[in-house]
T-cell receptor, first 114, second 113 residues
Framework: NAGVMQNPRHLVRRRGQEARLRCSPM?????VYWYRQLPEEGLKFMVY????????ESGMPKERFSAEFPKEGPSILRIQQVVRGDSAAYFC????????????FGDGTRLSIL | KQEVTQIPAALSVPEGENLVLNCSFT??????LQWFRQDPGKGLTSLLL?????REQTSGRLNASLDKSSGRSTLYIAASQPGDSATYLC????????????FGEGTQLTVNP
């Protein structure tokens, strides 16, 4: 499968725990984007990364959220000390270029906070 | 701040009908506009990408048009089928905000057999 791969598909955490979401972009894509879809809301941009660099994090909450895209391995979205309001579907997308090229999405990680 | 609106929010049609989904955006300074479909519990499937210099794109039974100056796009689906039932999302990539997409809230389409 050459598509964007996200894991896990479903993640359950208790309040205060950490959540780590992984995303492997399509082969040949070096641009990764994270979006969040809260219940009954549209998708909202969180962060845009290239290999080893955060390019735009204007959509990231100021606290508890971080993202990385290391030289080797998948991109990681990390949420520390999760709260009920973090329950959402988190989608990763990748593209071959920052502008002009389509973004291709993974199937998402559904995060549930108990 | 860019805002993307999709009308209608929901649409139910009998199989075989041709239909039009609408998308409008407030800031016309865009690189491109992308239409997606989202099935329940799934990710987004890219349907069509229209660059700002283009007027329309076609793929099979789908045709998307773009009127950048008026801030509008339409997705035309010909001869609808039950398998077309999904939520359709449009998203714009702005010239001034880097590479992120700004999404509408979608149109939920149901095609009845």
């Amino acid at each position: 499968n050459a598509g964007v791969m996200q894991n896990p598909r479903h993640l359950v955490r208790r309040r205060g725990q950490e959540a780590r979401l992984r995303c492997s972009p399509m082969k040949g894509h070096s641009h990764v984007y994270w979006y969040r879809q809260l219940p009954e809301e549209g998708l909202k941009f969180m962060v845009y990364l290239q290999k080893e660099n955060i390019i735009d994090e204007s959509g990231m909450p100021k606290e508890r959220f971080s993202a990385e895209f290391p030289k080797e391995g998948p991109s990681i979205l990390r949420i520390q000390q999760v709260v009920r309001g973090d329950s959402a579907a988190y989608f990763c997308a990748s593209s071959a270029a920052p502008t002009g090229a389509p973004q291709h999405f993974g199937d998402g990680t559904r995060l549930s906070i108990l | 701040k860019q805002e993307v609106t999709q009308i209608p929010a929901a649409l139910s049609v009998p199989e075989g009908e041709n239909l039009v989904l609408n998308c409008s955006f407030t800031d016309s300074a865009i690189y491109n506009l992308q239409w997606f479909r989202q099935d329940p519990g799934k990710g987004l499937t890219s349907l069509l990408l229209i660059q700002s210099s283009q007027r329309e794109q076609t793929s099979g039974r789908l045709n998307a048009s773009l009127d950048k100056s008026s801030g509008r796009s339409t997705l035309y689906i010909a001869a609808s089928q039950p398998g077309d039932s999904a939520t359709y999302l449009c998203a714009v990539k702005e010239e001034t905000s880097g590479s992120r997409l700004t999404f509408g809230e979608g149109t939920q389409l149901t095609v009845n057999p």
